[in-house]
């Protein structure tokens, strides 16, 4: 038996096999061929192959996300048949006597400049989809395996480290925890473990071995522990523990149904953080009173190019229409630092954390914007959505986007298409600039919602992301919490609301503390809902 010790982002006991997250290598060799019509044969049935897996993904789009969305891989057929596109790799293998990868990767960035130079913002989206389609034909005719997880049981996911870009693409039926060597309590991986209500352990370092891939693992999330090919001593010993702590979940079922009140009559909205119309489920499983937190940016990090505004209306429209009425908070767009996206073509920075992020992107690239906030606000039509905005600093910053929200709602009335005028508009609070002039800025919105995670980046100066620096961050420091209480006081003196949808919200430590702030709302990861209401139905 093998034990590793690391650190634990969430509770519990998953028992299974190692399955090691893979990535594919896309590194293309040219070299020569001697029969160029065995060579476009070869072609020939890649390209056959990527039309059925392309259906079947078309298929499984449908059930999962619905016919907008599932277009894409319609659109990528057809690229795939274009007389053009295949003429090209054609032309190459047979005039330069090639192979088909090389012709097929030459075509693919070509084609994809192309796109990409011309003037038509339809055609500049192109290039991602030509891209893609290239790297499918590739994919098949090196014989590369699928990025990602390929398994059908439930697995332990073990890998160096999970972008947000990975993690949303994961099976999440097929997942019972994740192992990494890296990575922090606030990366990803770990907001996804807590989400999805999965034992998680990070910083293993590299004695989590890729030759451990298919054994025997079990994960303590209690204690941050991973054993491979554990001994029938430990196997006994976990799967008690794991059922011991089943019949806790168990009791905590009993709250369903009960008010979010203390002992002595104070009330607290308790709401639920997603990332994607499939975490609805959790959010009306663990009885949320609505959702505090929809981050909007998976969309675009699921998408191979900018989603539409039909494909975001259908997505938001179903999330309110789901939630029957309780209240759904959508965060606009907040790309850029650790969350990237290819197609976005941002400039590698030098210090992303404090660069071109989340709300600036907005504001500088407005037809992007725009295109998120009409379909926020037709979908405004169907349910009680709310809508804020990220890494706010100033109230001309707030004042521009109600700017661009009255020429939304005019384009729209214009068209005849409905929303609601009462649609709530917020900020998120996570920028100490933001809380030095909260009063200000409660004065332009309806709503505040503290973003803990950043905001307590920005008081301590310390990158959440740099696992080195764990000893140091320390998101009870009482700069962080003095910050909190200020924006709270700032909001109610101007009768606004004030929530938390960072990750501090479901830090039961501190339940007491935000009561006594005054808070309003708690926004945590789905399967923290029924803990955190037990503790506040017991505090006074």
Same mark, same amino acid.
């Given at each position: 038996?093998?034990?590793?010790?690391?650190?634990?982002?969430?509770?519990?006991?998953?028992?299974?096999k190692l399955?090691?997250?893979?990535?594919?290598?896309?590194?293309?060799k040219?070299?020569?061929?001697?029969?160029v019509?065995a060579e476009?044969?070869?072609f020939?049935?890649?390209?056959?192959?990527?039309?059925?897996?392309?259906?079947?993904?078309y298929?499984?789009?449908?059930?999962?996300?619905?016919?907008?969305?599932?277009?894409?891989?319609?659109?990528?057929?057809?690229?795939l048949?274009?007389?053009?596109?295949?003429e090209?790799?054609?032309n190459?293998?047979?005039?330069?006597e090639?192979?088909?990868?090389?012709?097929?990767?030459?075509?693919?960035?070509?084609f994809?400049?192309?796109?990409?130079?011309?003037?038509?913002?339809?055609?500049?989206?192109r290039?991602?989809?030509?891209?893609?389609?290239?790297?499918?034909?590739?994919?098949?005719?090196?014989?590369?395996g699928?990025?990602?997880?390929?398994?059908?049981?439930?697995?332990?996911?073990?890998?160096?480290?999970?972008?947000?870009?990975?993690?949303?693409?994961?099976?999440?039926?097929?997942?019972l925890?994740?192992?990494?060597?890296?990575g922090?309590a606030?990366?990803?991986?770990?907001?996804?473990?807590?989400?999805?209500?999965?034992?998680?352990v990070?910083?293993?370092?590299?004695?989590?071995?890729?030759?451990?891939?298919?054994?025997?693992?079990?994960?303590?999330?209690?204690?941050?522990?991973?054993?491979?090919?554990?001994?029938?001593?430990?196997?006994?010993?976990?799967?008690?523990?794991?059922?011991?702590?089943?019949?806790?979940?168990?009791?905590?079922?009993?709250?369903?149904?009960?008010?979010?009140?203390?002992?002595?009559?104070?009330?607290?909205?308790?709401?639920?953080?997603?990332?994607?119309l499939?975490?609805?489920?959790?959010?009306?499983?663990?009885?949320?009173?609505?959702?505090?937190?929809?981050?909007?940016?998976?969309?675009?990090?699921?998408s191979?190019?900018?989603?539409?505004?039909?494909?975001?209306?259908?997505?938001?429209?179903?999330?309110?229409?789901?939630?029957?009425?309780?209240?759904?908070?959508?965060? @606009? +767009?907040? $790309?850029?630092?650790?969350? =990237?996206?290819d197609y976005?073509n941002? &400039?590698?920075?030098?210090?992303?954390a /404090?660069?071109?992020?989340?709300?600036?992107?907005?504001?500088?690239?407005?037809?992007?914007?725009?295109t998120?906030?009409?379909?926020?606000?037709r979908?405004?039509a169907?349910?009680?959505?709310?809508?804020?905005?990220?890494?706010?600093?100033?109230?001309?910053?707030?004042?521009?986007?109600?700017?661009?929200?009255?020429?939304?709602?005019?384009?729209?009335?214009?068209?005849?298409?409905?929303?609601?005028?009462?649609?709530?508009?917020?900020?998120?609070?996570?920028?100490?600039a933001?809380?030095?002039?909260?009063?200000?800025?409660?004065?332009e919105?309806?709503?505040?919602?503290?973003?803990?995670?950043?905001?307590?980046?920005? @008081? +301590?100066? $310390?990158?959440?992301?740099? =696992?080195?620096?764990d000893?140091?961050? &320390?998101?009870?420091h009482?700069?962080? /919490?003095?910050?909190?209480?200020?924006?709270?006081?700032?909001?109610h003196?101007?009768?606004?609301?004030?929530?938390?949808?960072?990750?501090?919200?479901?830090?039961?430590?501190l339940?007491?503390?935000?009561?006594?702030?005054g808070?309003?709302?708690?926004?945590?990861?789905?399967?923290?809902?029924?803990?955190?209401?037990?503790k506040?139905?017991?505090?006074?």
């Open positions: 038996m093998i034990t590793l010790s690391g650190k634990s982002v969430f509770g519990g006991v998953a028992i299974g399955a090691f997250y893979k990535r594919e290598d896309k590194q293309i040219r070299h020569h061929v001697d029969d019509d476009i044969a070869r020939e049935a890649a390209q056959n192959t990527a039309m059925e897996e392309l259906g079947a993904l298929d499984k789009a449908m059930k999962d996300v619905g016919e907008a969305n599932a277009m894409i891989f319609e659109v990528h057929q057809m690229m048949m274009d007389l053009d596109y295949v090209s790799i054609r190459i293998i047979t005039t330069q090639v192979n088909a990868e090389y012709a097929v990767g030459t075509t693919g960035d070509n994809s400049e192309m796109f990409a130079s011309m003037d038509d913002a339809y055609m500049q989206g290039a991602a989809d030509v891209k893609d389609v290239s790297d499918r034909l590739i994919k098949i005719l090196s014989g590369g699928e990025s990602g997880v390929q398994t059908d049981e439930p697995v332990i996911v073990a890998a160096d480290d999970l972008v947000p870009s990975e993690t949303v693409q994961l099976d999440k039926e097929k997942v925890g994740f192992a990494t060597m890296y922090s606030n990366s990803h991986t770990a907001i996804l473990a807590r989400t999805m209500n999965i034992p998680a990070i910083g293993l370092g590299e004695e989590l071995k890729t030759v451990y891939d298919g054994k025997d693992a079990i994960i303590d999330g209690f204690t941050g522990t991973i054993y491979i090919d554990p001994d029938e001593e430990t196997l006994r010993v976990m799967t008690e523990k794991r059922e011991e702590d089943r019949k806790k979940k168990a009791l905590l079922e009993e709250l369903k149904g009960k008010e979010n009140v203390t002992l002595s009559g104070q009330k607290i909205n308790v709401y639920a953080n997603i990332g994607n499939s975490d609805v489920g959790a959010v009306l499983q663990n009885d949320a009173g609505g959702i505090g937190l929809f981050r909007s940016e998976f969309l675009y990090l699921e191979e190019d900018f989603p539409t505004e039909e494909q975001q209306f259908q997505v938001y429209k179903q999330v309110a229409e789901n939630m029957a009425g309780k209240k759904v908070i959508i965060r @606009t +767009l907040d $790309i850029g630092a650790d969350k =990237q996206v976005f941002l &400039d590698k920075e030098e210090n992303p /404090l660069g071109y992020r989340a709300i600036r992107i907005c504001l500088t690239r407005p037809e992007i914007f725009k998120q906030l009409r379909a926020l606000y979908a405004s169907f349910g009680q959505i709310a809508i804020m905005f990220p890494m706010i600093i100033s109230v001309s910053e707030v004042k521009r986007i109600k700017e661009i929200i009255e020429e939304v709602k005019a384009e729209l009335r214009e068209t005849g298409i409905p929303f609601r005028e009462d649609v709530e508009i917020g900020i998120m609070i996570e920028t100490p933001s809380v030095m002039v909260s009063r200000e800025l409660a004065k919105v309806d709503f505040f919602s503290v973003g803990t995670n950043d905001l307590t980046q920005y @008081t +301590l100066a $310390i990158d959440r992301q740099n =696992q080195k620096l000893n140091f961050y &320390d998101p009870h009482p700069a962080v /919490l003095r910050m909190i209480q200020m924006a709270a006081d700032n909001a003196a101007e009768g606004k609301w004030i929530g938390i949808c960072g990750e501090l919200g479901a830090d039961l430590e339940t007491e503390t935000f009561l006594k702030m808070l309003d709302e708690l926004s945590v990861s789905p399967s923290m809902v029924l803990p955190l209401r037990k506040i139905r017991e505090c006074e």
